[in-house]
């Protein structure tokens, strides 16, 4: 398992001793965890939060033997905040403890548990002379059984699996996808197209490789306006490479058409399609030029439809 919270010793000075670590990445090939960061089953924000809320749950061990246990408590809760992205800082301990219910169930004992770590929190935070006890005690007990510190490390450990396990076993990232436009895609890939600005031009290419087939919003018009300024990174590219003149031509003559038919750029794209195609067995010099290009199939394979319809 990618996250491992049992491994090294730390010592408890309250009444026991417990294996507890931080958070560690192992192997890749291995790691489903690892792996939903890097697959379409979390969005950039999404993933960012989530490294973040680990982050906050690593700076909770602060050293070996020497736990600072006021920090610790205080830097979980904030795990806890950015796990469940808690936005109004009036309700966040009402925003934790419906997270918890979701990823773990309900029981009076998880919720009683929140409510006390939260105290503990806020008497750390506010500078009470008299600090609640680090040691959770069940509401009909007279003596605490568990350290808040390893119970808050445990709940927060599976909710995370539990949030990655809902990803990866539910694909969600097509929907997210589909509430974009290909206008809005056209817009973004065109700012930073005529800007050149070549920082951002990942993110225009990934715009185009994601260009729906089935969308109609962006015009014939905006479809031509598009090629003229993507193509000529394609042909760039392709230029580096032998053995694709006829890609080249072909991509070149969709650049430099003029006219008001665009039945005839049509079958320009066709013919672009014809001559433009690879797969796998296509050596392509890098992964780049193989992004790229996937974009540029795909925009040429979309705009000889578009340019087809009825629709203006």
């Known amino acids: 398992m990618i996250f491992r919270t049992m491994k090294d010793d730390i010592k408890n000075p309250f009444s026991f001793y417990y294996n507890i670590s931080s958070l560690t990445v192992g192997n890749l090939d291995d790691n489903k965890y690892l792996q939903n960061f890097y697959s379409n089953h979390l969005k950039e924000k999404e993933a960012k939060r989530l490294l ?64 006390k770590f939260y105290k503990l929190r806020n008497d750390i935070v506010h500078g009470d002379t008299e600090l609640s006890p680090f040691l959770f005690r069940h509401s009909r007990g007279t003596k605490g059984h568990r350290h808040h510190l390893l119970l808050a490390r445990k709940i927060f450990s599976r909710c995370l699996e539990a949030f990655l396990n809902l990803r990866a076993s539910s694909l969600t990232y097509d929907i997210h996808e589909e509430l974009i436009s290909n206008e809005i895609r056209f817009k973004e890939a065109k700012k930073i197209l005529v800007a050149n600005a070549k920082s951002k031009l990942q993110f225009a290419f990934r715009s185009i490789s994601e260009i729906k087939h089935d969308d109609f919003s962006m015009t014939k018009k905006q479809t031509e306006e598009l090629g003229k300024l993507f193509l000529p990174y394609l042909l760039e590219d392709l230029r580096n490479e032998k053995n694709r003149q006829n890609a080249i031509e072909a991509l070149d003559g969709i650049r430099n058409w003029s006219g008001s038919d665009y039945d005839e750029l049509a079958l320009l794209y066709e013919k672009g399609i014809d001559e433009f195609y690879f797969d796998d067995t296509v050596a392509v010099p890098n992964e780049q030029s193989r992004f790229l290009r996937n974009a540029g199939y795909n925009f040429v394979r979309f705009a000889l439809g578009r340019l087809l319809t009825f629709r203006e």
């Open 52 to 115: 973040k809320a680990m982050e906050w749950f690593n700076r909770s061990f602060a050293t070996t033997y020497e736990l600072d246990y006021a920090d610790a408590v205080v830097h979980l809760v904030t795990a806890f905040e950015a796990l469940f992205k808690v936005e109004d800082e009036r309700n966040n301990k009402a925003q934790v403890k419906s997270g918890l219910i979701q990823f773990l169930g309900e029981s009076p004992e998880l919720t009683d548990w929140a409510n």
